[in-house]
């Protein structure tokens, strides 16, 4: 999981940058694909692995080194590997345990 939040971070705003919104409801609702206010597991994934797709340029589900920008981690990681974590990340974010993230539990900071 160490390895994931960089990762996350930079996938977040490689794709997404300058698309800030300025509230938690504007921001679930980036999220929100069928409108229902809530965040869904496969929501939550297929938003966040845009930025993976975009930066694995060769397209073979792995982020290869040179995919990656200059710094101390530049491991190569995988597309599954990679949602793996992010359907974890969503279970802790999950904190009443329905299967959804509201935007009170977007706004949480992570554990």
Known sequence: MRRLLPLFALLCTTVHAGDYPSTVAAYLAQFDQDGDGRIGPQEYVDYLSAGFHAMDTNGDGVLEAAELPPGPRRTPRTLAAFQADLRAQFRRMDRNHDGFLSAREM?????
């Open 107 to 111: 706004a949480q900071p992570p554990r």
